[in-house]
Each structure stands twice: as C-alpha cells, then as structure tokens.
C-alpha cells in the first residue's frame, strides 16, 4: 500500500508537515551541536596529566593542577547522595503501590514525591543550609573557632542529593513493582507467605532493574547538579578532611565537584581559566552520558520475565 | 537422668537479632513503610516552615509591596546589608518587581517556546519521521535531557554571550541606552534560547507518551474517512492529548523557574527590568531572575539582613514550585485513563 | 547469626577508631572576606601547615561580608583590602599584613597611555560616556564600566583613592562581584574599562596612573598612587591558633612569601 502524496494536501497542512520536520531535525542539529563543540574542545584542552594531579589555588590557574579531587568529590557524592536516597525510595515505592491505605494518605504521599521532584534544586541547598547549620547537626560538619557550625560537608550536600535523586528511585521501582502481574502475588499468598514477605522474596528481587534503572537516573542528575555543591560543599578546591578516622573525615569535610569547578573556571567564577573549564566539562559529560548509557543497557537487558509461560 | 542444660538468658544482641530475621508480620511492615512515606510530608513541611520562617522579616516589613517596583533593585540589595554596619536595626526595605519580571519573562518565554517545539517535534517523532530518524531522535532527545546546566551555562557564557555582545548588537544600540543600562552579550534571549533547550526534552517525552497511546480505533478510523496523515495528527491526537500538553507546560515551567546556575552565567546578573517599549532592544536587555539571584548572592547567606531576603527569594520560589508542581500531577490524573505517563 | 555478630563488632571497632582521633583533632581556622587578600591568605595558608597543625577554610564574598561575618563570630577571621570604617561594627581588631595596589585596565584593544585622576573621575562618573572622548583612546563607541559591588574592600579603595570625596561611579556601571570576574569581562569586551587588584591584570591592559605605570615594583617604591591595605580582621585580640597564623605572618619566612606579588609591610 503506498503512501499517499503529500502534494495533495492543503497548504496549511504541509506547512504543519515541514515544521514538524523542522522541529525534529532542529533537535538532532542542536544536540549534535553541543556534543561536536564539547567534544573539540574537550580533546583540545584535556591532557590526561589534568585527571591525576591535585588543583592548587595559585593566582594563575592555567598553569596550576588538575582536577583530581573535583573528580573525587564527583564520585563520592554521587555514591552517597544515591546510597542515602535507596532505601527510602525503595521503601515510599513499595508502601505506595503495594499498600496505599489509607487512600488519601497514598494520594498526599505520591503528590508530595512529585513536589520534591519539582522543588528547585537552589531551594533544596538553602534548606540544607538552614538544616545543617543548627547545632544539632554539628557532628556531619565541623564547628569553626569563634563558635559557628559550619555547616557545609559532603554529608551535608549528600543529604540534600538524596532528595535529589529520590523521586527518580520513587518512579522506577513503582513502575517496576505495577508491571509484575497480579497472579505472581497471588500465587505467593496461596502459598502460604505474609504480604512482607512476598515483598521481600517475591516481588523486589524481580524488580530489581526497575530499581536499578532508578537508582541509575538519580546518580546522573546529582552528577549534574551545580547549585547544591555551590553552597553546601564548602568550596575548597581540594577535598579537605575534617576530624579524622578513614571515611567519615572526609565526608565531614569540605571539597568541591566537577560541576563546582567548571562553574568556578568558568567567566562566573573565579579561576577564569576556561581551558580547565572545558577539559573538566567534557568529563563531566562523558560521565554522564555513561550514566545514561547504563539506564539504557539495563532496561533492555530487563525484558519481561516470561511470566506467562 | 534429666540432663538441664542452663540457658544463657539471652543477650541484646541476640534480642536484637530476633527482632530482624524473625519474618515481619504484615502490620507491622505496613506501619514501618508507611512511617518512611509519611517523612515525605514531613521533609515538605519542613521545608515551608524552616524557609518561612527565615524569610518572614523581609515580608513582613514591606508588606504586599515587596512584589511591586520602585527604585533600583541592586541599590537596595546593598543597603540592605550595609544595613548591619549602622546601629539602628535591620532595613529591609525591597522592592522586588524586576527580578521578579525578568522571572516571568524567561520562564513564560522559554516555555512557550519550548512548548511549540516539543509539540511539532512530537508529532514528527511519533508519526512521519524515517524509522532510522526516530532511532537516532530517541537517544538525542535523552541527551539533551541529561546535559547538566552549568554545560549549558559554560557554552553560552563562552560562546553564544561573546557572540550576541559583539556581532549582533551593534554600537548604536550600546549608545542608545548607554546611560541606563549596559548591553553586553548577557541578555534575555540568549537565556530564554539556551532555557529553551534545557525544558524542550521534559516536554516532549510527556507528549510522546500520550500521542502514543491515543487509541488507535480513533486514528484508523479518521485516516479510513480519508483524512490526510497530517490533520489526523493535529485534530485527533494532539487534541486528545491536551491533559498531557497542559501537564507538560506546568512541569517544564517549574524547571524553568529553578534553574539557578544557567541563568545566573548567562542572563546578565543585573536586576533590571528589561523594557519592552524599547522594541528591538528589549531582547538585549540583561536581566536577571529570582534564582540566579540567589546564587549570585550566596555568600551573604548567613548574614541577616540580606541573607532573610535572599531566604524570601527562595520562598517565593518554593510556593510557586509546589503549586505548579501539584497542578502538573492533577494535570496528569486524567492521563491514567489511557494508560499514558504514570 | 554469627555473621550478624561479627558484623556489628566490626561496626562498633570502626566506630571506637574514629572517637580518640577527636581529641587529635586539627584546629580549623576560617576566613571570608575579600577576593583580593584571598589569594594571599591561600599562599601563606599554605605554607603555614606545612609545618604546623592547623586546618584553613577560605570563603570569600567581599571585604565587607568579611568584616560582617567576623564580627559576628561566623568565621575566624575576616579578611579586608579596605581600611576600617566608623560604620563597621564594634570589638574588632585590624591587623595589617601587607599592602596592595588597585590598577586600571582596559581591555588590550584599547591600550590607552595615561590617565589623570580627572580623567579617570569623568569617565566613571558618567560625565564622558563615549572613547572618542578620552585622548589616547584607540577605538570608538560608548564606555563600558566594569566596577565592584558595594561588598568590595577594592571599591571602597578606589572610591577613596581615585574619586575623592564627591563624586560617585554612575549607577549604570556593571557591578561584579571579585576581580576574577572583572578581569574577564574587561578581556571580552573591547569598549570595557574597569579597576582590579594589580594581581588580577593578566590579559588587560594596565593603564598608567598620573603618568607612573602599575606594577610591583612601583609600588614598592611608593610611587605609584593607588596603594591600599590588606588587614586580617579578628573579633577581639586574636586568639589561640589565629593569633599564631597572624604572629608568623610578620615573620621574615612570611614576608618573603609576601614580597614575591604583594608589598609587604615594615
């Protein structure tokens, strides 16, 4: 059956035509041209000495480190924002599509993920401010002389990342949960096995890519995200740790992240060093796009089991 | 003989580990997952009251003019807190209209926009683009999703600002509101363009999905009447699509009036109120909305009294975040109905 | 069960390693203030820990959240490039670490000569708008003002040192808020003219002040104009380990650190 001419229309419903191609392929042209532009001058100005050594705060940055521990503060943040943000994603997921009672409560509950979801993400970091910089939350920063909590850490970023990511994890794995069909519990409880149970033996495992896809999608939004680091990391350009003991030194501390350091070299900040900026972004980028590249092998690879067989 | 083996009296340890292996009743799972989902609510809560309370001196001094205009935005930002060096208390004295109108016109801008895009581009995705096009459009669409803004701010800043401050606005339009303001590059339409960008992918996924699940009854049935391809598109699927182009517009505004980094590198960091009486000019015009001002301004945050203003700022984009983002899911409620976007 | 009770042993021995190290605990000394005297509180930071135990957080935000901040017990020490003011708050000590110095600059397009102060007073009040107006001025077109913020120590320095008492910069001058961002501005913008901290001034053109050009040496000798003071600012007496910092600054191993861009005090 061949397609019908399109020289037979009325005018106005080619002109809707040809701006439907151009919206599309305006898109293609768009994307394509930030992906060559960062590509050129990612290429251009990282050398992979800029990866492994440590930025120093000299007067003149072009000539001054790299950005190792901005790379480092990418990877630790996003571990933690993510870690922070599982279980309590998993566990709102689960109460909503497998309980939900009573039902207003489920209907507050669901819209008050879609609010956090569209609270902007500056809003989320002065909150945290506020958060963090009461004295009972002392011990996740440090208190300076003179008698201020500080109040920005990686704990404290962390913290307000998890938000970040949580509607993400929220949305992936109830999708995931309403996909597994009814028999599938039904035949768990004719079994014998409590509700928590088939939760914990039956359903989760299965939704397993479901939750990682979310978890996935949240990594790559708080690997992207500039305004909570700009005012909860405490901006040091190199990861300095507080108090001691291995780990929890350094998530008390202060550092900075990718995001931080582009937007610092860039004409808004202040290391006017845009070399950095672009070698640092193009990282960045590819980092994310990786992120993205793993949402997408995961929900592939997750074709539906064969339920009905 | 009756052999009594004596047993410990058990431990906190191994209490505590009866408390977790033993299977969970039903109740009490439901109690414990419920109590997680309710902090929801709390954490929201939270968040109002805590930035409300913050904020509250600033509002309270001006009353309801704090959103109306008079005066010079920055001058009063500094008097504010030079304000703290005097002994005779805090000033708060704001008025905030301009940032506020560059707010507007950014957001109402890039949306609108963005909003004619997504949905041409929509409707090409879903129905004439090439199949190899429309696997090549899936993972484009993604990408551009996924840029972190300070990428987009980082390209404007150093490529598109450079390019419109020195090519395209020319030295007479510079001389003509030489005494007002400075024209750099930095302008509303390179932050309404590169916004633009940024909310067009939340859009048109949204569209996608409900153009897709119009039921196929209707669209086989139009194009078996004869109705070209096109004008079935337009007049059945977009139409019965409109719950989910609404949602799309309210989602992608909440974005848009978040987006602090991008803004504050390429939209000119002056509080001005760009004019629209100026014609051509208007679109030149730097401006500068509520978010950016925050970050612009963050190192003051601890410092009241600028730091309760930037703090009514933020609440100012809170509420608007919340109304738009419970009106976005409202908006969605119908779509259930077709099974599209949960 | 037995993994249950190893594990929360582990836990618990990790947790008890990190609890002495609190009383070994590296005093934090912060800072905010002034993006001028940053980096130079960043260089001698830096050489200060390398024999001593302390920890240094520098924020900056201007010489006047510097001085607010302090003030207000939020931060150590505040850091300022302006001298102290009858309006700043009560119980601060000024301590003097070195002096500085403001330049002119424009952008390397327009390298214009010399300017007077009467010159320098016209065109950032406004009064002369356009280069065709300033002699020596190699392009035309309307003046671009690139000027600080009302938190900066350097505005308060040139308000001072360049325009006097009367005269105010126009209200149409681009505010920026560290030298950082007016160096870039002026190097992007070929009809800029502005003033930045003389260690802010790569890719600028430096213009000469009453004829005795901008640099270190200038400076040292007294003959260039636009000197100002950089303080480390401290509520009270400074105490404890900032009170050291700010003893081992005026030390000779400090002050050789001090002379290498800065002019250091006697």
């Known amino acids: 059956m061949g397609r019908e001419s399109t020289s037979s229309w009325p005018l106005i419903d080619r002109i809707g035509l040809g701006l439907a191609w151009a919206a599309g392929l305006l898109l293609c042209l768009v994307a394509s041209a930030i992906v060559i532009y960062m590509l050129v001058r990612g290429v251009q100005f990282l050398r992979p000495g800029l990866l492994f050594s440590h930025p120093q705060p000299e007067l003149d940055q072009t000539k001054s480190g790299g950005f190792l521990d901005p790379l480092l503060g990418t990877f630790i943040l996003t571990v933690l924002g993510t870690t922070l943000a599982i279980l309590p994603g998993v566990s709102i997921a689960v ?9 207003w409560l489920a209907r507050a509950v669901e819209s008050g993920v879609e609010v956090v979801a569209g609270t902007p993400s500056i809003v989320l970091a002065i909150f945290g401010l506020i958060i963090f910089s009461q004295h009972l939350f002392a011990p996740f920063s440090f208190t300076a002389e003179g008698g201020a909590v500080f109040g920005r850490s990686f704990f404290a970023a962390g913290a307000m990342m998890a938000l970040i990511a949580l509607p993400l994890i929220v949305g992936a794995t109830r999708e995931a949960l309403q996909a597994i069909p009814r028999h599938v519990r039904e035949a768990s409880y004719a079994l014998g096995k409590t509700k928590a149970a088939t939760i914990r033996r039956v359903l989760l495992p299965t939704a397993r890519p479901g939750i990682a896809t979310g978890t996935a999608l949240g990594m790559g939004r708080i690997a992207g995200d500039t305004a909570i680091v700009v005012i909860l990391l405490g901006a040091s350009l190199q990861l300095s740790s507080q108090g001691s003991g291995p780990i929890l030194s350094t998530l008390r501390g202060t550092g900075s992240t990718l995001t931080s350091y582009v937007y610092n070299n860039s004409p808004a900040g202040e290391g006017n060093a845009p070399e950095k900026a672009y070698a640092a972004a193009f990282v960045l980028l590819l980092i994310v796009i990786t992120l993205n590249f793993a949402v ?3 929900s592939r690879r997750r074709s539906a089991p064969a339920w009905n067989t | 003989m009756s052999t009594k083996v004596a047993q410990p009296s058990p431990g906190l340890l191994d209490s505590l580990w009866e408390t977790v292996s033993k299977p969970w009743t039903d109740k009490r799972a439901e109690l414990v997952l419920g109590a997680l989902a309710c902090s929801v609510l709390v954490l929201i809560a939270g968040m109002v009251i805590f930035v409300f309370v913050k904020a509250w001196p600033s509002f309270s001094h001006n009353g309801l003019s704090w959103f109306g205009s008079g005066g010079n935005v920055d001058q009063q930002l500094d008097d504010i807190f030079n304000s703290t060096k005097t002994g005779h208390g805090y000033d708060y004295h704001l008025r905030a209209w301009p940032l506020l109108w560059g707010t507007i016109l950014t957001t109402v801008g890039a949306v609108v926009l963005g909003l004619a895009v997504a949905l041409f581009a929509a409707v090409f995705i879903v129905e004439f683009a090439p199949d190899w096009l429309r696997r090549v459009l899936d993972p484009v669409v993604r990408l551009l999703a996924a840029v972190p803004s300070v990428i987009y701010g980082l390209i404007g800043i150093l490529v598109i600002v450079p390019f419109v401050g020195n090519h395209l606005i020319s030295a007479g339009r510079k001389e003509s509101v030489a005494y007002v303001v400075q024209l750099t590059g930095a302008s509303l339409i390179v932050a309404v363009l590169i916004l633009t960008v940024m909310i067009t992918p939340i859009m048109l ?12 009854g209707w669209t086989e049935g139009a194009a078996a009447l004869g109705v070209n391809r096109w004008r079935v598109m337009w007049t059945i699927s977009v139409r019965a699509a409109r719950p989910a182009i609404v949602a799309a517009a309210v989602l992608a505004t909440a974005r848009a009036l978040g987006e602090a980094i991008m803004l504050s590198m390429v939209s000119g960091s002056i509080g001005f109120a760009p004019n629209p009486l100026d014609g051509i000019t208007f679109f030149f015009e730097p401006t500068r909305p509520l978010a950016a001002t925050i970050v612009d301004r963050a190192d003051a945050l601890s410092a009241p009294p600028l730091g309760q203003t930037l703090y009514a700022f933020a609440a100012v984009l809170l509420v608007s975040a919340m109304f738009l983002s419970l009106a976005g899911w409202l908006a969605k409620q119908p779509l259930k109905k077709y099974g599209a976007g949960a | 069960m037995r993994t249950f009770r190893l594990t929360t042993v582990a836990v618990l021995a990790l947790a008890a390693l990190a609890m002495p190290a ?6 934090t000394i912060t800072l905010s203030g002034s993006t001028s005297v940053a980096p130079l509180a960043a260089k001698l930071a830096g050489a200060y820990v390398k024999h001593h135990k302390v920890r240094f957080k520098i924020l900056q935000g201007g010489s006047d959240i510097g001085v607010n901040d302090v003030a207000h017990g939020r931060v150590t020490l505040g850091m300022s490039s302006r001298d102290p003011l009858p309006s700043d708050p009560g119980g601060l000590q000024f301590n003097r670490i070195a002096r500085d110095g403001i330049c002119v600059a ?14 320098i007073q016209g065109i950032f009040s406004g009064k002369v708008r356009s280069w065709s107006q300033v002699p020596g001025a190699r392009i035309g077109g309307t003046i671009d003002l690139i000027v600080r913020n009302a938190a900066s120590g350097t505005q308060d320095a040139f308000q001072n040192i360049f325009m006097g008492q009367n005269l105010r910069v126009a209200p149409s001058a681009s505010q920026k808020p560290s030298n950082g961002r007016v160096q870039q501005s002026i190097a992007s913008d070929r009809n800029a003219i502005g003033y930045v901290d003389f260690n802010f001034t790569r890719g600028l053109h430096t213009v000469p002040y ?6 270190l040496r200038n400076a040292k000798s007294g003959q260039y104009g636009g000197i100002r003071n950089f303080w480390l600012v401290s509520r009270g007496k400074a105490k404890g380990p900032a009170a050291a910092w700010i003893k081992w600054i005026r030390s000779a191993a400090a002050r050789s650190i001090i002379a290498s861009n800065w002019v250091p005090v006697k």
């Open chain 1, 296 to 298: 997408d092998l995961i």
């Open chain 3, 106 to 119: 424009t952008n390397p397009g327009n390298p214009i000569a010399n300017l007077s102060q009467e010159q």
């Open chain 3, 210 to 215: 009453k004829g005795v050009s901008c640099s």
């Open chain 3, 22 to 27: 609190a009383a070994l605990a590296k005093p």
């Open chain 2, 205 to 216: 996924a949204i569209i996608v999905d409900a153009l897709r699940s119009v039921p196929r």
């Open chain 1, 95 to 103: 109460w909503l599509s497998e309980y939900a009672r009573p039902f």
